[in-house]
């Protein structure tokens, strides 16, 4: 089966590491992948055996901004049209990420039986959380048109819940499936030499982004009273991190907050850590949340929209969920720290890449 996914760029994010372990996980299973990225940046390696393409938008006229859309959509669909002529036709094409979504909609060559719009976060917080009255209104129309009765892959029960309820959108098909995971990878990543084994600390993993709350883990963090540190890592927009430090100053913890910028293998931190916490507003699926519970990990997090309450449910740890405000994350964190939960591995196993990945080509009919 000949399969395209389609994305905005691959920079370190969750959605794009998905994105490249489903890109691997279906090529092991003998299917011809291709992987077009509409931006010139990536930040992970590209499975080997992947047909990777770059579609830049290199246009500088003044009013590019209006042509957008329907100019890159034209790139895409040449190209689209020469791959299928020299190799033949794609039996299914994924588009990743609203941006992606928005110039995919417009192409003229994709059919819409074999196309999927795969949403990965929670879409009304991400687009309409800041909005009110008529803006709201008008920004909520323009993203259900491109979603209305489409087919449509969302990672979680949370986020096609949101499609419905917060969106207005009726898919043509509506197929919840989770975030894939190599799970013999993850553990072999994790066995890599880690500076700070053999310390106890906690640990945080994800960008500097306002809806990761670092506000708020930080204000836990304090509260929690764990005199052990606490391990920031990840990259993202550089005012986060400075006033996430003073933050930590104005908050007399400065000397146990440790960060650690972006780390290309964050699985040995992970692993030998005492915990990790997400303090998100939203997640669409919570991905690190699974990984630290593969490399045996506990685990603390926000009840927030999207995907963690579902993981740790299945887990089995629904204690281990905090409201969201700083005072029930530090006691969630303070109790965890003191009594830290068995894992059962076993319930991992359905976020596998060959059982995910099986799901993704069945969605062919």
């Known amino acids: 089966m000949r399969i395209l996914m389609i994305i905005d760029g691959l920079p370190g994010g969750g959605a794009e590491k998905v994105v490249l372990t489903l890109c691997q996980g279906m090529q092991q299973a003998g299917h011809d992948i291709s992987l077009i990225s509409l931006r010139d940046i990536c930040n992970y390696p590209i499975p080997a055996g992947i047909n990777y393409q770059v579609i830049p938008d290199t246009c500088r006229t003044?009013?590019?901004?209006?042509?957008?859309?329907?100019?890159?959509?034209?790139?895409?669909?040449r190209t689209i049209s020469t791959n299928e002529q020299q190799k033949g036709r794609y039996d299914l094409?994924?588009?990743n990420l609203h941006k992606t979504d928005r110039i995919v909609s417009r192409s003229k060559v994709i059919d819409q039986q074999r196309l999927w719009f795969c949403i990965h976060g929670i879409l009304s917080t991400s687009y309409l959380g800041h909005r009110a009255g008529l803006d709201r209104w008008l920004k909520r129309r323009k993203i259900a048109s491109i979603y209305q009765h489409?087919?449509?892959?969302?990672?979680?029960?949370a986020v096609g819940h949101?499609?419905?309820?917060?969106?207005?959108?009726?898919?043509?098909?509506?197929?919840?499936?989770?975030?894939p995971f190599d799970i013999k990878a993850i553990e072999q990543e994790a066995a890599e030499p880690c500076m700070l084994a053999?310390?106890?600390?906690?640990?945080?993993?994800g960008r500097f982004h306002p809806h990761k709350r670092h506000d708020r883990l930080l204000k836990a963090y304090a509260l929690s009273g764990i005199k052990a540190p606490l391990v920031l890592l990840g990259g993202g927009e550089e005012k986060i991190v400075e006033e996430t430090k003073q933050l930590a100053q104005e908050l007399g913890i400065h000397e146990q907050v440790q960060f650690l910028g972006f780390q290309a293998n964050p699985f040995p931190f992970i692993k030998h850590a005492r915990m990790l916490v997400l303090s998100s507003d939203n997640e669409g699926f919570g991905n690190v949340l699974v990984e630290a519970l593969l490399c045996a990990t506990p685990v603390v997090?926000?009840?927030?929209?999207?995907?963690?309450?579902?993981?740790?449910?299945?887990?089995g740890m629904s204690n281990a969920l905090a409201e969201l405000n700083e005072k029930s994350l530090a006691e969630k964190m303070a109790n965890i720290y003191a009594n830290p939960p068995e894992i059962n591995h076993q319930q991992l196993l359905s976020y596998?890449?060959?059982?995910?990945?099986?799901?993704?080509i069945a969605l062919k009919k």
């Open 93 to 95: 094409v994924f588009s």
């Open 150 to 157: 489409k087919n449509i892959v969302a990672v979680s029960q």
């Open 301 to 315: 997090s926000t009840r927030c929209p999207g995907g963690p309450q579902e993981i740790l449910e299945k887990a």
């Open 62 to 77: 003044p009013w590019r901004k209006l042509t957008e859309l329907s100019r890159r959509a034209a790139m895409l669909d």
């Open 162 to 179: 949101d499609l419905h309820q917060n969106l207005r959108i009726e898919p043509n098909r509506l197929e919840i499936i989770n975030n």
């Open 352 to 360: 596998g890449l060959k059982p995910i990945c099986e799901q993704y």
């Open 198 to 205: 053999g310390k106890d600390y906690l640990i945080h993993v």
